[in-house]
């Protein structure tokens, strides 16, 4: 499939214009797109790393109590009384 610049080569003055100028606002489209899909792909990154330090955090403190005390009653084990 030829493309469009080649075919605006071929093409008579006016509709060579045109040809050349989709082909621009097609190539501002893809640049936009990818820019668009680096700084997505950039934010997902950061998503991902916070997440996980999320739950590393939670699998570390898994037993912390925030402050609050709770009582424990002793542990009774065999051949202690």
């Known amino acids: 499939m030829p493309r469009i610049d080649e075919l ?3 093409a ?15 190539i501002e489209a893809v640049t936009e797109i990818q ?7 950039s934010a997902m990154g950061r998503r991902a790393a916070m997440a ?6 939670i699998r ?9 005390t709770v009582p424990r009653g002793g542990v009774l084990v ?4």
Do not use: F, N, P, V
């Open 8 to 10: 605006a080569a071929h």
């Open 12 to 26: 008579s003055a006016g509709w060579g214009d045109i040809l050349l100028d989709r082909r621009r606002t097609l």
């Open 52 to 57: 996980e330090e999320a739950l590393t955090s």
């Open 35 to 41: 820019g668009l899909a680096g700084a997505l792909t």
């Open 78 to 81: 065999e051949g202690s009384i």
């Open 60 to 68: 570390a403190d898994c037993g912390a109590t925030y402050g609050r």
